[in-house]
Every structure is written in structure tokens, then in C-alpha cells.
T-cell receptor, first 116, second 113 residues
Framework: DAGVIQSPRHEVTEMGQEVTLRCKPI?????LFWYRQTMMRGLELLIY????????DSGMPEDRFSAKMPNASFSTLKIQPSEPRDSAVYFC??????????????FGPGTRLTVL | GDSVTQMEGPVTLSEEAFLTINCTYT??????LFWYVQYPGEGLQLLLK?????DKGSNKGFEATYRKETTSFHLEKGSVQVSDSAVYFC????????????FGTGTSLTVIP
């Protein structure tokens, strides 16, 4: 079975450019999570969706960040304009339907973003 | 609010040594508890989990017991191998916060031959 798929795996861009990260959750999963991981701040939850609806976006750093989930099989995280401090590894994770708080999250391999 | 506190690293052990990584939690509801492992350059993978008090999760020689009385979920392994070198994350998920997970800061483990 395919796991969570993220693209691109690596992205290098210049400050001020728009960056779009993509995620395909595991088929049948109805919750999707975007995380950011840095050495300084560890693993941070940015936003999560349930049934394609954003539930909690309080972790989104600022208005430069936006996320969408137009359907159950695709989500994007966009940064516009990008800044060097956005350099990090961005993970997408999904979890199946079931009793809230019980289900496991399955992580993608991550996108390593470098903003010069 | 809900949170997880885990032992700070890095931890360096010799092969076949005993491993303990401490994890304690704060939760208002009845959380499920997890240990995830992250190998270099990869995403997080579920290592084990426990969904109620006194449950023991186990996998690949690792174990953790859900202790409600001490609000702990310490990770243990009797004999570590070089291949266990990774970063380990403790996490909780509570019903009253939907499917949201709360992760610890991670503990880096290096096992030397």
C-alpha cells in the first residue's frame, strides 16, 4: 500500500518566491496534518483538516502561509512570499476515521525546503 | 492544555546497553499514548502505542507501559543495537481534542559499536 506521498522531496528557492508543497494522504484517511520541523523549534503542528475542512490553523506562523484541501486525496501548503526563516522540513501526515484520539498518524517522507 | 514532556538528549549508549527514555504527559481527558521513531532523512514512523491505562505497547524489542498514576509512558529496550540510532518522539492524542496529536521535543539516541 502506498503511504503518504509528498512532493517535492527537496525544494531550493530564493527569498520572495512562492513555494507550494503537495501532499497525497493515504486512501480512506479523513484527517490530514501539516507539520514543520526545525532544529530550534522541533516538530510544530501548522494546521489540520478533518473531512477536507480546516479544523485548527492556529499553528500557521503568519499570513504568508496558507493551506488547502480541495478533496480527500490532495492538500497543498503554500508560502508566499518565502523567507529564509521558513527553511525547514515540512511533513504531511494522515489518519483514518475512528474514535477521536485513538487513531495513529502516518507520516510522509517530508519536503526539505531551503530558502536562500 | 494537553502536553508531553520527554527526556532531553542526546543519549549515547554502547551496543547491548539498556535504554530508557522518559516521557510524562498532562491531559484533561483519557489520552492514547505513542512512541514514534525518526531515522535520519526520513519521516516519523509509529513504533508503539497504548490506548488505556496499564496497557503495554511493544515492537522491535521496545516496550512502554501506560501508567496513569504517574502520568508516564517511558520507553525501554533491554539491548540496543546500532540500527536503533534515531530520534524518538513521545506523543499523545486525546479524544477531547479531536485527532490532534501533541508531540514531545524528541530524544536523539546514538548507539556505538
Amino acid at each position: 500500500d502506498a503511504g503518504v506521498i509528498q512532493s517535492p522531496r527537496h525544494e531550493v528557492t530564493e527569498m520572495g518566491q512562492e513555494v507550494t508543497l503537495r501532499c497525497k494522504p493515504i486512501s480512506g484517511h479523513n484527517s490530514l496534518f501539516w507539520y514543520r520541523q526545525t532544529m530550534m523549534r522541533g516538530l510544530e503542528l501548522l494546521i489540520y483538516f478533518n473531512n477536507n475542512v480546516p479544523i485548527d490553523d492556529s499553528g500557521m506562523p503568519e499570513d504568508r502561509f496558507s493551506a488547502k484541501m480541495p478533496n480527500a486525496s490532495f492538500s497543498t501548503l503554500k508560502i508566499q512570499p518565502s523567507e529564509p526563516r521558513d527553511s525547514a522540513v515540512y511533513f504531511c501526515a494522515s489518519s483514518p476515521p475512528g474514535l477521536a484520539g485513538v487513531d495513529t498518524q502516518y507520516f510522509g517522507p517530508g519536503t526539505r525546503l531551503t530558502v536562500l | 492544555g494537553d502536553s508531553v514532556t520527554q527526556m532531553e538528549g542526546p543519549v549515547t549508549l554502547s551496543e547491548e546497553a539498556f535504554l530508557t527514555i522518559n516521557c510524562t504527559y498532562t491531559a484533561t481527558g483519557y489520552p492514547s499514548l505513542f512512541w514514534y521513531v525518526q531515522y535520519p532523512g526520513e519521516g516519523l514512523q509509529l513504533l508503539l502505542k497504548a490506548t488505556k491505562a496499564d496497557d503495554k505497547g511493544s515492537n522491535k524489542g521496545f516496550e512502554a507501559t501506560y501508567r496513569k498514576e504517574t502520568t508516564s509512558f517511558h520507553l525501554e529496550k533491554g539491548s540496543v543495537q546500532v540500527s536503533d540510532s534515531a530520534v524518538y518522539f513521545c506523543a499523545l492524542s486525546a479524544r477531547n481534542t479531536g485527532n490532534q496529536f501533541y508531540f514531545g521535543t524528541g530524544t536523539s539516541l546514538t548507539v556505538i559499536p
